[in-house]
């Protein structure tokens, strides 16, 4: 400790360039600790699917339908246990969501409240999901009401709705549109869940019956997915092959997947995320090491001189390579803290400024933070990367001999 | 500077350095540089010598072996008793902070550090407590008469301040030999005899060793003993 006001004077010797570089290291680990919390919030949605769920879709596009006479069909594969159509409505809350609807094609939306919400038949998805949990009274009475739906608990808090509430969704999507305006749903249930068992269940989430959605519609709808429930989690692949097999030589060819594949695929429609964010990590923290390191090379450089006095006074070889490292790993210490708190703050900022927040609900990620082992493993990369910034001019003073640096350069 | 703050070694070895048949080669590509040719020197404790000699005689060569940081090719040099030869390299360190004071030509001050903290740099190699490294270096200044500029960078000190805070830096730990390397070399006039009488008072009342390398006969004049090298052989 009693070197430490000798590294932080030689730091505000060139406070420019060291402010320069702590900014440099603090945009890295910024985007280190932003991208990461993305990817850990991803994984965190990926890892509430059960491994007992499938999902069957068109297998050129979510957007196409698959036929309802499907459904029986791969009820009867062996191995399935129950299906369920799902099918992703898309709504909005109209402009006005309060009282009647204004009706009509020409209604407007209010698209900074959009949240996931989606069409199913009831009572097989429901005996599917063990982590949903809606008191069996308001489950009863969902079932009884065509308009009924059932709001998770976090969502039922953002727009304070209770049992008995109205209000009206209209979807984005065309065949989902009816010409008398938004649907009208009442809300019959609210969805809890076991925070011990299952912490990664989303409750921002709205479940209606698909009955009302084709009814209401009036138009010939199909399902968008069908969900399968397996008997056997070891056997997902054969039980998927069986299914698509079942459908091989039809117009509407089926893809089966695992619920997590179907979840990761429909995140990956917006391109291959994992990647292209941990590329974007590599990249930025790859160029700030470079920056970092000739810094700390410019710097040790510049005190050629400095350094031979420190070795001629007795400082060993061992501690001036110390000092030096010490002095690049305040620069990671000062930038990993700047940036993890600048991430924090932006963080914030998207989960709290109203329609950013709702495309992140709407994307399942209104769980987004900066999670203590994500700002850790930003800490981390801050100090591995003055480590290494610093290693190679510090190795460079601690080899070189006292007369060679005294003499001018 | 009390006997107190600062104490004398008890026992000073009657010789404080002995150079025994030093050669020193420099090696660049094939071509082979003798800068010293079988150099023996002893100076006694308390005394002040002069070497002196041309450019590239050896001089500052047989300054630094002497203050251990650099080694000879072959032969021996014992200071303060100590075979510095055969030392490791962190060995050296640390020896070089307990025996060696080191005065440069050209001050070598950290530009960072308060005059006070320059002086206060080598005790931070010994586990004395902070107050007592701020006493000791406040102390050492004090006797190279710049207690009033302790607080002082070196940007606001003159040449002549600079040196006498290189000064104090060099006696804070109570070394058993100061070396010193033309410590007057960029000074005017006026603050070269003023160190040489500061380096002169060090010899005479607190009993410092000194071997200082100089070209001007002037400075040279005020040590007891004066050597001569020439082409890295000690001529007189």
Known sequence: MKFLPFVVKHLRRNWVRTASTVLAMAVCIFLFCTLRSVLTAIDALLEASSASRLATRHAVSLVFNLPLAYGPRIASVPGVKRVAVNSWFGGSLPAKKEGKAEGGEGSTTDWSNFFPNMAVEAEPFFAMYPEYQVAPDQFQAFLQDLQGCVVGRKLADRFNWKVGDHFFLESFIPPYRKRSGPFEFVVRGIIDTDRGKYPNTDLNVMYFHYKYLREGSGRPLGAGTYWVEIEDPGQAAAVSRAIDALFENSDAQTRTETEQAFAAGFISMAGNLALLLNTIAMAVSFTILLVTANTMSMAVRERRTEIAVLKTLGFSSGQVMGLIVAEAMTLGVLGGALGIGGSKALVWLLTTTPGIKDMLAGLGLSELDIQPAVAAMGFGVALFLGFAAGFVPAWNAYRARITAMLRPA | ?236
């Not at chain 2, 010293?36 to 300054?63: I, N, W, Y």
């Not at chain 2, 500029?149 to 040196?163: D, F, I, T, V, W």
């Not at chain 2, 006696?171 to 070269?192: H, Q």
């Not at chain 2, 008072?201 to 070209?215: A, E, G, P, Q, S």
Request: proline share 5%.
């Open chain 2, 1 to 236: 500077m009390s006997a107190q703050t600062v104490p004398q070694p008890t026992e000073a070895p009657q010789t404080m350095v002995e150079v025994e048949n030093v050669r020193k080669v420099y090696r660049r590509d094939s071509q082979e540089l003798v800068v010293l040719d079988g150099v023996s020197l002893r100076v006694p404790a308390g005394e002040f010598v002069a070497l002196m000699g041309p450019s590239g005689s050896g001089k500052t060569t047989l300054l630094n072996l002497i203050a251990g940081i650099d080694r000879p090719t072959s032969g021996r040099v014992t200071v303060a008793g100590t075979d510095v030869t055969g030392l490791s390299e962190s060995a050296l360190a640390r020896w070089r902070s307990r025996h060696v004071g080191f005065i440069f030509q050209f001050y070598n001050l950290i530009p960072v550090l308060s005059a006070v903290d320059n002086v206060e740099l080598p005790l931070l190699l010994t586990s004395l407590s902070k107050k007592e490294r701020r006493e000791r270096a406040l102390t050492a200044l004090k006797v190279v008469g710049l207690a009033d500029r302790a607080a002082h960078h070196p940007r606001q000190l003159s040449g002549g301040q600079e040196q006498r805070v290189a000064i104090a830096r060099a006696i804070v730990g109570d070394p058993s030999v100061l070396v010193a390397d033309e410590p007057t070399g960029d000074l005017d006039a006026r603050s070269a005899h003023e160190i040489l009488d500061l380096m002169a008072t060090l010899n005479r009342d607190f009993h410092k060793t000194i071997v200082m390398v100089t070209h001007d006969p002037r400075a040279a004049e005020r040590a007891h003993t004066q050597r001569h090298l020439e082409k890295g052989v000690l001529t007189a």
